[in-house]
């Protein structure tokens, strides 16, 4: 096993996955990371589970992700809308939720993502809401970046973030949206080089621009809904730009376990 295959292991085994030889290959480790002891390479064994969930259950939540993402094209200042989460790499559980991550047009992101739940909520989708466990199925709009914000600011660059960029997997993109989000944080190849291969032909530069009104929309939007999550925020980072609804730090919990293991970054 060499130092790459050992960290690619490593690190999808704190979520109890077994890569497959097409994925071992997608997932090599770059340059940002390395086995501080090349002993531990030797003597790996990796515990992996087996996931409970089958083949049709997770048809059933892509074909709901790809539902909802098809609604919330219909919203304007919406350009791309991915899966993300444990879904997006197939290791979903039968009890978890769908998440999403969506980019909207320039100061757009709170008037985006109102417009977003009346819809999904007209159309019958189930929702995940803030302190509700029961998450079965239901659509969590969990990230949320407008084109202000594609470098992904107040998140740490580390192998953890640079894998939840990379497995993202685009439903909707318009005006080269996942290209130019991707190209902004190209820093990811320093941890997985090979998870995303773009043509020369997606390079292209888009832009958007706001009107005052919109602008001023979005600023009424967005104090209504930090009045309403008023209380109910913990670790959440929540600004007019950005919208990460994550109250668990499961990065923080990833890097320590790859520590563990011996991988550290460069």
Known sequence: MTEQEYIARAYHSIFRYSLSSPELKKWRAGHKLFVRNK??????????????????????KRAV?????????????????GISGSLAMNNAKPQSD???????????????????LVLLSLNHFSLR???NKNERNKICLNLWIDQNALTM??????????????????????MDTYSQWINKNDWINGYWP??????PNTLRKSSSSTSRIL??????FYVLQRMYMHGKITREKVTIHYAYFHPFDWGEVVMKELKK?????A
């Open 39 to 60: 002993l531990l390479i030797q003597k790996a064994v990796f515990r992996v589970g087996t996931s409970s969930i089958e083949k049709e259950d997770l048809d059933f």
């Open 65 to 81: 992700a790809k539902r909802a993402a098809g609604y919330l094209s219909k919203i304007p200042f919406i350009l791309f809308v």
């Open 98 to 116: 769908i998440d999403l991550f969506i980019i909207t047009q320039k100061n757009t992101l709170w008037i985006s993502r109102f417009f977003s």
């Open 129 to 131: 809401r803030a302190q």
């Open 153 to 174: 600011p107040d998140m740490p660059q580390n192998a953890y973030t640079a894998h939840e960029i990379a497995q993202v997997v685009p439903l909707y993109n318009k």
């Open 194 to 199: 090979d998870a995303i291969s773009l043509s």
């Open 215 to 220: 602008v001023f929309l979005n600023t009424v």
């Open 261 to 265: 293991k011996g991988i550290v970054e």
